[in-house]
């Protein structure tokens, strides 16, 4: 009975869970749309959409979180269900990956129209308050926008490190949080297993005779060759 009840919410729970990683992909090409002609500031609709990736993210996690303490809970897993709780934490993180990445370009994209903006306002500034010789507008343009990009592509650059440092330290935790759950699920297999300690103790204490027993035929070996020569 407990089993039935355990894959009945395990199936529920991963139901909702595909349900989210579709909703969560229709989003994404929804949000990645508002890269082309932005307005200065985030609109109404754009604040909802990346407001609904968010909650959508942290509701995904939530629930592998709750698949990962029904596996726990079962004194022996299933390896299809462990399978699908994997795949279903790997897609996770590429979309928390790509939710990262599309902000940057929205982001990136918005700064420089607002750049080309400030450019525009400030040469006609420039013009209207200069009273010297007129200059060619042209290498005015020029030199302006040189000095914005460079500004931008430092900005841009700093971004980038960051991004990667946050998704390096983001991959570092799910794989250490993967190992010891493997290493958890081994101990506790090989804890209900009667003598499968013993077993492996004696395997790796064969295989440490065996590997001295090379070592001493390798040396013995050289030497013979040295004193032959």
């Known amino acids: 009975m407990t089993d039935f009840t355990s894959y009945a919410s395990f199936g529920q729970l991963r139901s909702q869970a595909r349900q989210l990683e579709s909703q969560t992909e229709s989003l ?19 604040n909802r959409v990346v407001k609904d990736l968010e909650e959508k ?44 990445r599309l902000k940057g370009v929205v982001e990136y994209e918005r700064q420089h129209a607002n750049l ?19 200059v060619d507008p042209r290498r005015e343009a020029d030199y302006m926008l040189n000095e914005r ?24 935790g799910r794989q250490r949080q993967v190992l010891m759950n493997i290493q958890r699920r081994v101990t506790s297999t090989a804890s209900r297993i009667p003598g499968l300690n013993t077993l492996i103790a ?10 001295l027993i090379i070592a001493t035929l390798v040396s013995v070996c050289i030497l013979f060759l040295f004193f032959l020569r």
């Open 28 to 46: 994404f090409l929804t949000y990645s749309s508002f890269s082309q002609n932005l307005p200065p500031t985030p609109t109404e609709e754009e």
């Open 57 to 100: 993210l942290a509701k995904r996690e939530e629930i592998l979180n709750t698949l990962s303490r029904i596996l726990d809970s079962e004194q022996v897993s299933s390896a299809t269900k462990l399978h699908h709780l994997q795949r279903h934490k790997e897609i996770l993180v590429e979309h928390q990956k790509e939710f990262t």
């Open 116 to 134: 080309l903006s400030s450019v525009r306002n400030d040469i006609d500034t420039f013009r209207s308050s200069s009273s010297s010789a007129p």
């Open 149 to 172: 990009t460079r500004i931008d592509r430092s900005n841009s650059m700093v971004d980038n490190i960051l991004s990667q440092a946050y998704a390096t330290r983001e991959e570092f």
């Open 202 to 211: 004696k395997i790796n204490t064969r295989k440490k005779r065996d590997s």
